[in-house]
């Protein structure tokens, strides 16, 4: 949320966060934010100061919608999900070792990597900064992670 002069721009939405509210002390008045985005559904309400007007940029939808004074609420059907998934590129080796799921996955696609003695090193890294060493193994550590997210949601 920013102001400029009488006219405020609200924008919304960070993954890992699914419902937000702020409010602002203007010298026009409170300004009052509140989005969420749960069940496929988002949901946003936004008061505008008297004599103030908003441009409120709504998530998947084009452009923003100039509003004036007063109390502004949509909610719509939506497929993003801002829940944060467990695991990631920036999980470290370690955590997906523990999984396994994981481990029979690397089993099957990189048997070679369950007898390196120098991959107990790698445990504190990331699996983007193992990248670095290995891009070959992207869609490998891709797949990984897509399925033990899936496994989370279960």
Not at 16 to 45: M, N, Q, T
């Amino acid at each position: 949320m920013s102001v400029y002069g009488r006219k405020i721009r609200v924008r919304m939405f960070v993954k890992g966060i699914e419902e937000a509210e702020c409010s602002l002390e203007s010298p026009y008045g409170k300004i009052v934010s509140f989005w969420s985005c749960r069940d496929k559904k988002i949901h946003i309400r936004v008061q505008v100061p008297p004599n103030t007007t908003a441009l409120i940029y709504l998530p998947e939808r084009e452009g923003a919608l100039e509003v004036g004074s007063g109390i502004h609420e949509y909610t719509y059907e939506t497929d993003t999900c801002l829940k944060s998934e467990r695991y990631s590129m920036d999980s470290n080796l370690g955590e997906i070792w523990e999984q396994p799921q994981a481990i029979e996955m690397i089993k099957q696609a990189a048997p070679q990597m369950l007898n390196n003695p120098m991959v107990e090193y790698a445990f504190s890294m990331t699996l983007s900064e193992l990248l670095g060493a290995a891009p070959e193994a992207k869609p490998l550590f891709e797949a990984i992670v897509k399925t033990l997210n899936a496994q989370e949601e279960v």
